[in-house]
């Protein structure tokens, strides 16, 4: 299983930015696909995560509003779309993947902050600065 993520970059506030995940590797549409943040000095947060079989998204709680997830199935693709940024928005973006679990339970772990998914791609800095 491979991962892509790209998109990051310098954006003022209150700008937007999409990002984007590509992965590979899965034999079947079972897997989920999420969206996890770490800024300097902070731990890790969940952001966001879709199921790709059923298209099911799912936010941290904390993010939802800002934040949209969405996918691309012919392509393996999975976008995040940031919008309204703030300074403290700045961090590197991660993507990650696993098979999807049973009642979505790989997604509802990440955007709770259990991270149990096995594979990462590398991260994509977002600045959020004037």
């Known amino acids: 299983v491979q991962l892509q993520a790209s998109g990051g970059g310098l954006v003022q506030p209150g700008g937007s930015l999409r990002l984007s995940c590509s992965a590979s590797?899965?034999?079947?549409?079972?897997?989920?696909v999420g969206w996890v943040r770490q800024a300097p000095g902070k731990e890790r947060e969940g952001i966001s995560c879709?199921?790709?079989?059923?298209?099911?998204?799912y936010y941290a709680s904390s993010m939802k509003g800002r934040f949209t997830i969405s996918r691309d199935n012919a392509k393996n693709n999975v976008f995040l779309q940031l919008s309204g940024l703030k300074p403290d928005d700045t961090a590197v973006y991660y993507c990650?993947?696993?098979?999807?679990?049973?009642?979505?339970?790989?997604?509802?772990?990440?955007?709770?902050?259990?991270?149990?998914?096995?594979?990462w791609g590398k991260g994509t800095l977002v600045t959020v600065s004037s």
């Open positions: 879709i199921n790709m079989n059923d298209g099911k998204t």
């Open positions: 590797g899965f034999t079947s549409d079972y897997y989920a």
């Open positions: 990650t993947t696993d098979r999807a679990g049973v009642y979505g339970s790989t997604c509802l772990n990440l955007v709770r902050g259990h991270f149990t998914m096995d594979y």
